[in-house]
């Protein structure tokens, strides 16, 4: 059983287009977060929810938005695709939000923008 | 604010020879640190974690790492290297302050035959 999982695992589009990646997990946890990882394989925290409200909003642009319908999933849409936006993006869990909390990734979708 | 600096971008080590990867962090208060490991196009996984309990810490594979409050640093050791150690490491801080993970930029292992 896949404890944190995305979905689709590779995205090719256009520019200009919308799109939109799934997160779900199965442990039972109360936060959830989105990260991006760029081709120099930094990774940095674009958002995180807890409970279905969102917790951590980092300087992204409002052509990104995460809902999460329940606690067991968030999803992030993106509005008018740039060739910027190529990356990977990673969703993870934690049972409770505090910063000793262990973090559970998913493994990740690929978003090419052409 | 929080930060990490991973020392070594690449570490290049023969199979069954020690891996040590470097870590200092800079926090103004007390800081969990994790390493994490990320196998090719695969998710990060966790290795292990400080989180103010005992200042050395084993995880999974047989990794540790020793907390050093006075040289800020969290680095990160393994007595033997595997071939299937090769992947991407990184060392990640939080604070009760900035509960966020930071990560650092990554440092690559390589494991020779």
């Known amino acids: 059983d896949t404890a944190v999982s995305q979905t689709p695992k590779y995205l090719v589009t256009q520019m200009g287009n919308d799109k939109s990646i799934k997160c779900e997990q199965n442990l039972g946890h109360d936060t959830m977060y989105w990260y991006k990882q760029d081709s120099k394989k930094f990774l940095k925290i674009m958002f995180s929810?807890?409970?279905?409200?969102?917790?951590i909003n980092e300087t992204v642009p409002n052509r990104f938005s995460p809902k999460s319908p329940d606690k067991a999933h968030l999803n992030l849409h993106i509005n008018s695709l740039e060739l910027g936006d190529s990356a990977v993006y990673f969703c993870?869990?934690?049972?409770?939000?505090?910063?000793?909390?262990?973090?559970?990734f998913g493994p990740g979708t690929r978003l090419t923008v052409l | 604010a929080q930060s990490v600096t991973q020392l070594d971008s690449h570490v290049s080590v023969s199979e069954g020879t020690p891996v040590l990867l470097r870590c200092n962090y800079s926090?103004?208060?007390?800081?969990?640190l994790f390493w994490y490991v990320q196998h090719p196009n695969k998710g990060l996984q966790l290795l292990l974690k400080y989180t103010s309990a005992a200042t050395l810490v084993k995880g999974i594979n047989g990794f540790e790492a020793e907390f050093k409050k006075s040289e800020t640093s969290f680095h990160l050791t393994k007595p033997s290297a595997h071939m299937s150690d090769a992947a991407e490491y990184f060392c990640?801080?939080?604070?009760?302050?900035?509960?966020?993970?930071?990560f650092g930029a990554g440092t690559t292992v390589t494991v020779r035959a």
């Open positions: 926090s103004s208060y007390s800081p969990s």
């Open positions: 990640v801080v939080s604070t009760r302050r900035d509960y966020k993970l930071s």
């Open positions: 993870a869990s934690s049972p409770l939000g505090q910063f000793t909390d262990t973090q559970y």
């Open positions: 929810y807890n409970n279905k409200e969102l917790i």
